[in-house]
């Protein structure tokens, strides 16, 4: 069983950066794909950004392109998401996911999922 663990969210001001950690258990990380997402209060999920198996494919949307980056480190099992200089606007849940390639995780399907961390940045 696949299971994935969110940390790294906090409350912050604007303007501040956080660095997002997404471990996984199992013994098959190397080979999948891994995304962040984030949901708004009120607001459906949304994609912020994936990266393929070996790290050196990456995809974002617009919103986020250039301020938050993402990287895995495969002997660790674990993917970050670099935030920043956020915004008020990027408070929301995030969470990761994992599949076996980028392609659903950019169309926001994912075949594991973590359970989220908060992040919250205020004006």
């Known amino acids: 069983q696949v299971r994935l663990v969110e940390s790294g969210g906090g409350l912050v001001q604007a303007g501040d950066a956080l660095r997002l950690s997404c471990s996984r258990s199992g013994n098959t990380f190397s080979s999948m794909a891994m995304g962040w997402f984030r949901q708004a209060p009120g607001k459906d999920r949304g994609f912020v950004a994936a990266i393929g198996w070996g790290g050196g494919t990456t995809y974002y949307p617009d919103s986020v392109k250039g301020r938050f980056p993402v990287s895995r480190d495969n002997a660790k099992n674990t993917v970050y998401l670099q935030m920043n200089s956020l915004q008020p606007e990027d408070t929301a849940v995030y969470y990761c996911?994992?599949?076996?390639?980028?392609?659903?995780?950019?169309?926001?399907?994912?075949?594991?999922w973590g359970q989220g961390t908060q992040v919250t940045v205020s004006s």
């Open positions: 996911a994992a599949a076996a390639t980028v392609e659903p995780l950019r169309r926001l399907r994912g075949d594991y």
